[in-house]
């Protein structure tokens, strides 16, 4: 199914709107003897077959980070760092991750399997079209302070989540044009607004069906499942042998203006993420460095906005009072460690140009950074979450229980006593 239909999608795709030059896009800046199981699933998955795609860089460009005091003698196996999908094997993905679940412990990327998306959300989505449309939606913006949204605080070793700030539609829209005229005069912000759209499915329900089916998968959506408000929460399009009717997803559009980051962090369910506007820059550390990146519980609060720029953490607290810990998040800084050397475990930095898209395992670490469109302006993208994909269900990763036991035990990071709570549930 990506033959003659593939060809389509991406002549239909334009070069002029989407920029799928040639270039180097993955590198891998992590320590060789501490990838464990991950490596070794992904040779095994690569037996018989190569994923490196001609026009990526050679091989030779992979390397250890240097400076990492665990760094391995000798080189890795150049193909092990390769996780670029040619489109003419997306099929054969498919095929084995459906019969192996080992496949989904391992990224991978699609360079261009969303051609068709990132050309239409330059109009369909553009913030005029938008607003002729008269969507009135209500939505959920995040603030934080400098573009770094949901961080640890270094100082007091607390997690502080965004605030958050509910707005019509037009208003956010509004806000983050407001916001790429300020960056691009060079101005200096108090703040920073993100648009993560998980909250309200129906802004989801309303704008992706805007975007085209893919050319290979007829009657999307696939994989639904309906909460208690009725509304439909939309699973991936773009493998149609992933789809389970009976699994939880949940579709998030992304919208920022300029430079963003999201600081170290792990997701709990399977993520599809198609880069729409701008660029996204994932920095990938596995899921066995948990002690390594320090995967602890740890006190978290709520930011409060109580004005332009003015930020005050609220604690979040059980109902007697005390402090609730959190898991799931670094205080480390992916870029400098890959920047200066100094990781002590592997990490593997890829880039998503407009239309890629890249499968996510459960429980990688990832910082990710965002970059805007320099004609539009505007960092725009979507996720797919979901808790089942192919048959295989996350918890069906037998190494999963024992690790996350393994951090959820750990000794808090400071001396607060009471329960631990899953650093997702604070998304709600």
């Given at each position: 199914f990506l033959g003659g239909e593939m060809k389509r999608?991406?002549?239909?795709?334009?070069?002029?709107?989407?920029?799928?030059?040639?270039?180097?896009?993955?590198?891998?800046?992590?320590?060789?003897?501490?990838?464990?199981?991950?490596?070794?699933?992904?040779?095994?998955?690569?037996?018989?077959?190569?994923?490196?795609?001609?026009?990526?860089?050679?091989?030779?460009?992979?390397?250890?980070?240097?400076?990492?005091?665990?760094?391995?003698?000798?080189?890795?196996?150049?193909?092990?760092?390769?996780?670029?999908?040619?489109?003419s094997d997306v099929a054969d993905w498919e095929r084995r991750a459906s019969r192996d679940q080992k496949v989904l412990r391992v990224p991978a990327v699609f360079r261009g399997l969303a051609a068709e998306w990132c050309v239409a959300a330059r109009t369909e989505w553009h913030p005029d079209s938008l607003r002729r449309l008269e969507l009135n939606h209500t939505v959920t913006a995040s603030y934080s302070r400098a573009g770094c949204f949901d961080a640890v605080d270094l100082k007091l070793d607390v997690v502080e989540y965004a605030a958050l700030e509910d707005m019509a539609l037009r208003d956010a829209l509004d806000l983050i044009e407001a916001e790429a005229q300020s960056l691009a005069a060079g101005e200096t912000l108090e703040e920073r607004v993100y648009l993560a759209e998980p909250r309200t499915p129906a802004f989801a329900q309303a704008l992706l069906p805007m975007l085209p089916t893919p050319a290979w998968h007829r009657g999307w959506p696939v994989g639904e499942a309906t909460v208690d408000s009725g509304a439909v929460l939309w699973s991936q399009p773009f493998f149609p042998r992933a789809g389970d009717p009976g699994a939880s997803s949940q579709a998030t559009i992304w919208m920022s203006a300029g430079a963003t980051v999201a600081p170290p962090h792990r997701d709990v369910w399977f993520n599809v993420s198609c880069t729409l506007e701008g660029t996204k820059t994932f920095l990938l550390a596995p899921p066995d460095a948990h002690r390594e990146v320090s995967d602890v519980p740890r006190a978290c609060?709520?930011?409060?906005?109580?004005?332009?720029?003015?930020?005050?953490?609220?604690?979040?607290?059980?109902?007697?009072?005390?402090?609730?810990?959190?898991?799931?998040?670094?205080?480390?800084?992916?870029?400098?460690?890959?920047?200066?050397?100094?990781?002590?475990?592997?990490?593997?930095?890829?880039?998503?140009?407009?239309?890629?898209?890249?499968?996510?395992?459960?429980?990688?670490?990832?910082?990710?950074?965002?970059?805007?469109?320099?004609?539009?302006?505007?960092?725009?993208?979507?996720?797919?979450?979901?808790?089942?994909?192919?048959?295989?269900?996350?918890?069906?990763?037998?190494?999963?229980?024992?690790?996350?036991?393994?951090?959820?035990?750990?000794?808090?990071?400071?001396?607060?006593?009471?329960?631990?709570?899953?650093?997702?549930?604070?998304?709600?």
């Open positions: 999608v991406l002549a239909s795709g334009g070069r002029g709107s989407c920029d799928f030059r040639p270039r180097p896009r993955l590198k891998v800046v992590g320590s060789a003897h501490v990838l464990d199981g991950w490596l070794g699933a992904r040779a095994h998955l690569l037996q018989g077959h190569s994923a490196v795609r001609p026009d990526c860089q050679p091989p030779s460009t992979t390397r250890g980070l240097a400076g990492s005091s665990r760094q391995a003698s000798g080189a890795l196996d150049p193909p092990t760092q390769q996780w670029d999908v040619p489109l609060a709520r930011l409060e906005r109580r004005g332009p720029g003015d930020f005050v953490p609220v604690r979040r607290t059980s109902d007697t009072g005390e402090a609730l810990l959190s898991s799931g998040n670094s205080p480390l800084d992916f870029r400098e460690l890959a920047s200066t050397g100094t990781a002590t475990f592997p990490l593997a930095e890829v880039r998503l140009e407009p239309g890629d898209v890249m499968f996510l395992p459960p429980d990688w670490y990832h910082q990710v950074e965002s970059a805007a469109d320099p004609t539009t302006r505007r960092s725009v993208a979507v996720n797919f979450w979901s808790e089942k994909l192919f048959g295989w269900a996350v918890a069906d990763d037998p190494s999963r229980a024992a690790r996350l036991a393994a951090i959820e035990s750990a000794v808090p990071s400071r001396p607060y006593t009471l329960q631990t709570v899953p650093w997702d549930s604070f998304m709600d």
